[in-house]
């Protein structure tokens, strides 16, 4: 499962940044989010965002072996083996993975779509792709 | 804390440069729920009566509320105060965007600037470090020029508000822009920015913000945002933002055109929200937390000129600047609604001082030799670039124009305040009130002057009588009473008004948010002591009857609408008269519009009871006592 970026609808809300720290933080502080969005004003006037792309680059970097992919195709971070070395965020070609100073260990999106639930112009969409594509790439 | 508010809370003096961080009071917050309320008190309690609003003894007051960055629907507002150089009264304007939010995030509720600093400055906010910036390589810049500059300096998460030149010249009806295109325009709040020398607001925060019962909270407004995903409205409102009521106030006889002179415009098809959207849109835009993105973010391209971005226009500024300037092309409304917004001029108030230049040059009251050699006419972008240069610059008359049409028709004279279309100094919203009794009321009793948002009654006339002025009064004074709650909470109003989320929803987020366990019916009562206390405010400082200060201009009586489908229509002198009279009695005011000293016990500021009474203002008793409930809550789409 992944999430389609549809980055034209994107009106620059940041509910999404909102709700993800609220499911994984039981906070409000859309520097906890798990993905994030561009604005660029006033040229050319235009938000982006940027969600995890599985490609699994943070997973390959990390030394401790902190980061997994589970069955949904999200990889997960193993709070208690991170470090908060942070060689995965350079390593992340779109920027999502975050540390926040509240917190020893990095913050990956885990795919719960909450994002995508409550995104109410189609710029986060729920993408269910076949399990056996899934599968091939996990 | 979790009760909604971030902690701290911030006094500058500007004088000396010294910033003390006191811890919030939450006494203070309970009683006045922050925002308009809050402000309300501190400028009462802390402005001395005699101060000149853009001298030192002026506060300016930024307030992020106790609802803003808490997962409420559009909680997103920051809310700006001081007493106002307008209408030299206590003075409140808001904004959306992300500023509020981002102050909380930072720590911060609540900053107070005290005096003038002795050079321009910027204050730097990121987390615990606080600075006052050296603002003199900002100081000059247009406002969308120094927002980017800011950025490009400080880096792209900083929100930033800032003044424009217009701000920094003391022109009495100066905004405060935020985001490209947010903008708190109303009652000169960026001319008391200006007077300060403060030319920036820069933050950056990245704390949580705690509520008192998260898990409710969510549960409750997730289930609103999915809920209305699905309204009606939400599609046209996500399309055309408010420029969807262009075409509405113009079928309806609402809608200003050539300085309020009619109320039909017969280009309307040249401006409404389908030709902004066909023409000018580049992205939709929405506030933090916001699901209804009704903000456009446009482009404006006129032949010979630089194509230019901006955000609008919305409906008050495509209404007022577009057919209250007989503007003919949706290019030149949004060219001059960026023009303003550069400027850093109000783009409400300034398409009312430009139609009420253009009529006075209809009429022949300026001239080409009082414009440096140009006209001024319905229609013409170029006459308005010109005059709007001059007015912020001060340069010739545009030094008239720099107070607002009541300062300019006062210099002009010759029966031009007649239609210099204002109350209190504020001029008015994008809604003609000759033929909607209630929206004409609203515009003479609200405490800051001519603007809608404390009250906007049109669906109320339409359903209840477009010539009747009977029985207007109690709903405008509900109206009074619960439209400006969400300012005083830091949260957009839209939502309620279109959405048809009721307010015993969000009271229910509210109490989520705080803790405080109150009801729909005693946030409204705090909201009526908020307004009381500001109308006492209002009084101390301009010592006169209530009265004296509620009248609209001639034209509300003298002209009939002399064309459309609201042609011949038009209200009476008496029937003004009998409005106040109801709208008096039904605030337990007495006849001459000064609150009794009753009703201001009854609702817990005796103080200013007595502070009325020393100056000779105080109401007569009202024979019978007050009315028990103030105002008459009303159904129907009222908003």
């Known amino acids: 499962m992944r999430i389609k970026v549809n980055r034209d609808k994107c009106t620059g809300c940041r509910l999404c940044l909102q709700i993800c720290t609220i499911e994984h933080f039981r906070e409000i502080n859309p520097k906890k989010a798990a993905l994030r969005v561009e604005a660029k004003f006033p040229d ?95 | 804390m979790a009760n909604g508010l971030a902690g701290t809370t911030l006094r500058i003096n500007l004088n000396t440069g010294d910033i003390r961080r006191l811890p ?61 150089p307008l209408t030299n009264g206590p003075g409140d304007s808001n904004m959306g965007g992300h500023l509020g939010p981002t102050l909380k995030f930072a720590g911060y509720d609540l900053i107070i600037f005290e005096g003038v600093s002795p050079k321009p400055v910027y204050l730097f906010i990121d ?68 007077s300060k020398k403060l030319k920036a607001i820069a933050v950056r925060g990245n704390k949580s913000i705690q509520v008192k019962d998260l898990d409710s909270l969510e549960k409750q407004v997730t289930g609103i945002i999915l809920r209305t995903q699905k309204h009606p409205n939400m599609v046209p409102w996500q399309k055309y933002g408010t420029a969807f009521f262009i075409q509405w106030s113009n079928a309806n006889a609402v809608i200003p055109a050539y300085n309020f002179q009619t109320t039909f415009y017969e280009d309307i098809d040249k401006i409404d929200g389908d030709q902004l959207v066909e023409k000018c849109l580049i992205t939709d835009k929405a506030c933090f937390g916001c699901w209804m993105n009704c903000g456009k973010y446009t482009k404006a391209v006129i032949p010979g000129k630089p194509e230019v971005h901006l955000e609008g226009p919305e409906y008050e500024t495509g209404s007022l600047c577009g057919s209250n300037l007989g503007m003919k092309d949706i290019n030149h409304v949004a060219y001059i609604n960026w023009l303003l917004d550069n400027l850093g001029l109000d783009s409400m108030s300034g398409g009312g001082v430009i139609a009420f230049a253009m009529e006075c040059f209809q009429r022949g009251l300026i001239k080409e030799q009082d414009l440096e050699g140009h006209t001024l006419k319905w229609g013409s972008v170029d006459d308005v670039e010109h005059f709007l240069d001059m007015v912020a610059h001060r340069r010739g008359v545009g030094d008239w124009f720099a107070g607002g049409t009541k300062r300019a028709a006062a210099k002009i004279g010759r029966g031009s305040e007649k239609f210099a279309m204002q109350v209190k100094g504020q001029e008015m919203s994008g809604y003609d009130g000759r033929w909607a009794p209630g929206m004409l009321l609203s515009y003479m009793t609200a405490d800051i002057g001519a603007h ?160 009325l009474e020393k100056l000779g203002f105080l109401g007569e008793p009202i024979p019978g006592g007050i009315p028990p409930v103030r105002g008459e809550k009303y159904k129907p789409k009222a908003f």
């Open chain 1, 44 to 138: 050319p006037g235009k938000y982006r965002p940027f969600v995890c792309t599985q490609c699994g680059k943070c997973e390959e970097v990390c030394p401790e072996g902190a980061i997994s992919r589970v069955a949904s195709g999200a990889y997960i971070v193993d709070k208690d083996k991170c470090t908060n070395c942070g060689e995965c965020v350079p390593a992340c070609p779109v920027g999502v993975v975050f540390r926040h100073p509240d917190h020893d260990f990095v913050i990956i999106c885990d795919f719960c779509m909450l994002c995508t639930e409550l995104c109410n112009t189609g710029a986060l969409v729920k993408w269910e792709r076949a399990a056996s594509q899934e599968a091939k790439e996990a």
């Open chain 2, 24 to 84: 919030t009071d939450e006494v203070l917050y309970r009683r006045w729920h922050g925002g308009r309320g809050i402000t309300a008190k501190i400028l009462y309690d802390e402005v001395p009566r005699d101060a000149d609003p853009l001298g030192p003894k002026n506060i300016f007051i930024v307030n992020a509320g106790i609802m803003s960055g808490c997962y409420i629907p559009a909680g997103s507002k920051v809310e700006f105060g001081s007493v106002s």
């Open chain 2, 127 to 194: 987390n615990e470090t606080i600075e006052l910036r050296d603002a003199s390589g900002y100081w000059g810049l247009k406002s969308l020029d120094c927002e980017k500059k800011l950025k490009d300096d400080l880096g792209e998460d900083f929100e930033i508000a800032t003044i424009g030149p217009a701000g920094e010249n003391g022109i009495l009806f100066s905004c405060i822009t935020h985001d490209f295109g947010r903008q708190a325009g109303r009652t000169g709040q960026g001319a008391v920015m200006g």
């Open chain 2, 452 to 611: 809608h948002n404390r009250s906007w009654t049109i669906t109320v006339d339409m359903a209840e009588g477009r010539e009747r002025v009977e029985g207007r009064a109690k709903i405008v004074v509900y109206l009074q009473h619960i439209r400006p709650l969400f300012d005083t909470w830091c949260i957009c109003r839209l939502f309620w008004g279109e959405l048809d989320i009721t307010p015993e929803e969000i009271v229910e987020s509210l109490n989520h948010i705080t803790g405080w366990g109150i009801s729909v019916d005693q946030a409204l009562r705090t909201s009526e002591m908020i307004w009381n206390l500001n109308r006492c405010h209002y009084m101390e400082r301009n010592r006169d009857n209530g009265r004296a200060f509620d009248y609209p201009p001639a034209r509300a009586w003298e002209d009939k609408i002399p064309s459309g489908p609201g042609k011949g229509k038009g209200l009476s002198l008496a029937q003004i008269d009998q409005m106040l009279d109801e709208y008096y009695a039904a605030r337990g005011w007495d006849k001459k519009g000064n609150p009794t000293r009753e009703l201001l016990q009854d609702l817990g500021i005796d103080y200013a009871a007595d502070n």
